[in-house]
Nanobody, 112 residues
Framework: QVQLVESGGGLVQPGGSLTLSCVAS????????MRWYRQAPGKERELVAV????????RYGDSVKGRFTISRDNTKNTAYLQMNNLTSDDTAVYYC?????WGQGTLVTVSE
């Protein structure tokens, strides 16, 4: 079955950086788009970034453009989200999404 396992969340100070990872299994990773979503307390889940298959598209949510970078390594069945210049507004649970499946999420907290 499809499995998506996120890691890399944690506590970081404003202005800091984190890199999230999503290890995927159970489907042809190299042929499927990968997405990162996030959900902050009391807010709806929002799309952060999406990356298509190699040579395909990359899109970012307006709130993270210029600060976050999505990438993938098809040899490792892993998608990444590099997050820079973090602010308190980035505090949320971050989820990996692919083939209509979700990971368990990883919590990112941006605070002094």
């Amino acid at each position: 079955q499809v499995q998506l396992v996120e890691s890399g969340g944690g506590l970081v100070q404003p202005g800091g950086s984190l890199t999230l990872s999503c290890v995927a299994s159970g489907f042809p990773f190299s042929k499927r788009a990968m997405r990162w979503y996030r959900q902050a307390p009391g807010k709806e889940r929002e799309l952060v970034a999406v990356i298509g298959t190699p040579g395909g598209f990359i899109r970012y949510g307006d709130s993270v453009k210029g600060r976050f970078t999505i990438s993938r390594d098809n040899t490792k069945n892993t998608a990444y989200l590099q997050m820079n210049n973090l602010t308190s507004d980035d505090t949320a649970v971050y989820y990996c999404n692919a083939v209509e499946s979700w990971g368990q999420g990883t919590l990112v907290t941006v605070s002094e």
